[in-house]
């Protein structure tokens, strides 16, 4: 990727345009945070684009000092995936809600995922469709009383983790609105992993969901309810780092420290790296009050990517193609010269 000439910073990647997200709203932090992330990454503007769906989250371009396309409801992974493609040189970056991604984006967003396209995904999870005022999304929490759902949704939401592991993803991370650091450092990680990322970012809605992330950022209570998670350091959390996770069975369990006859030796140990996605799976189920909501990188494997197929594919068929150019298709066969009287 190309490096600029010059130190850039997030301001740099500030267009002059007006924003019109709602005070408070928490798309503003994440905005922030991308172009803090992007400012580090270090690569020239003009080799980004940034790609969104429909959606509160995706008027994102046009806050953005880069390339970028506003396209259709559900569409922003196709569109992404066809712009890397046609040129691997750019940074792309797709913006997409919950709903966008999920619901008429479903498809596309488990597609790409499973070809590991080279391009970051990050999707806005405030659990509601805000832009068409307040309808439940699929990852609306089971009863959920919405607009159109007013005695409770009898919906099972989706939980992005999950749905991005189970089709085949090698980066998953989630961070929070609010955490400004935490969320443009697993953006970083994301730009810098080979394949698609996806990095899922819980949002909150101040008109029509809001706090719906409460219990995770309570200044007192969030240190007990969200654990961080490290590739290579033990699973401990807590304000008082008093608490941890072991693997009791075939499923993880909550142990208290020194007072619960637990040592930080006993504790799991994150690896990011792992292959076998069974402990990722269950890192990005943990819900709150049961466990506490995992934040982080969950997931990060290498493997190889679509474009990379797409190129070796080309090149070995070349080496055995009866016809190397279009002059070679155009005069084989019966030709002809025409030549004049």
């Not at 488990?110 to 080279?118: G, L, S």
């Not at 909550?254 to 790296?273: E, P, R």
Request: glycine share 8%; aromatic share 8%; proline share 4%.
């Amino acid at each position: 990727m190309e490096q600029v000439e010059y130190k850039l910073t997030a301001k740099d990647f500030k267009s002059d345009q007006e924003n019109r997200w709602c005070p408070g709203c928490g798309d503003h932090a994440i905005l922030n945070s991308i172009q803090k992330a992007m400012a580090e990454l270090d690569i020239a503007r003009e080799k980004i684009a940034v790609i969104s769906g429909v959606g509160c989250s995706s008027r994102f371009p046009y806050y953005m000092n880069t390339y970028g396309f506003h396209s259709i409801h559900g569409r922003a992974a196709a569109i992404a995936s066809g712009v890397k493609v046609a040129n691997p040189d750019l940074a792309v970056w797709q913006i997409s809600g919950d709903g966008d991604a999920m619901a008429i984006g479903g498809n596309h967003f488990i597609h790409a995922i499973r070809r590991n396209i080279n391009m970051n995904m990050i999707i806005f999870n405030n659990e509601i469709y805000g832009l068409t005022k307040g309808q439940y999304s699929p990852t609306s929490p089971f009863g959920a009383v919405t607009k159109s759902s007013p005695f409770g949704t009898v919906e099972q939401p989706f939980h992005p983790g999950e749905l991005v592991i189970g089709a085949q993803g090698k980066f998953f991370a989630r961070s929070i609105d609010y955490n400004v650091k935490l969320t443009t450092d697993v953006c970083v990680k994301a730009a810098k992993h080979k394949g698609t990322s996806v990095v899922e970012i819980l949002q909150n809605c101040v008109i029509y969901n809001d706090a719906c992330h409460a219990a995770l950022t309570d200044k007192e209570e969030k240190e007990n309810r969200t654990i961080v998670l490290k590739h290579g350091e033990p699973m401990i959390f807590g304000k008082e780092k008093d608490k941890g996770l072991i693997l009791d069975g075939m499923k993880l369990k909550i142990v208290t420290l020194a007072s619960g006859g637990f040592t930080i030796d006993d504790l799991l140990v994150h690896d990011a790296h792992e292959n076998n996605p069974g402990i990722h799976t269950m890192l990005a189920n943990m819900r709150y009050p049961d466990y506490p909501v995992a934040l982080g990188v969950i997931r990060q494997v290498s493997a190889v990517t679509y474009e990379e197929s797409v190129v070796n594919q080309i090149s070995k068929v070349k080496q055995t193609a009866k016809f190397k150019s279009m002059n070679d298709v155009l005069f084989s066969g019966n030709t002809w010269e025409v030549k004049d009287k």
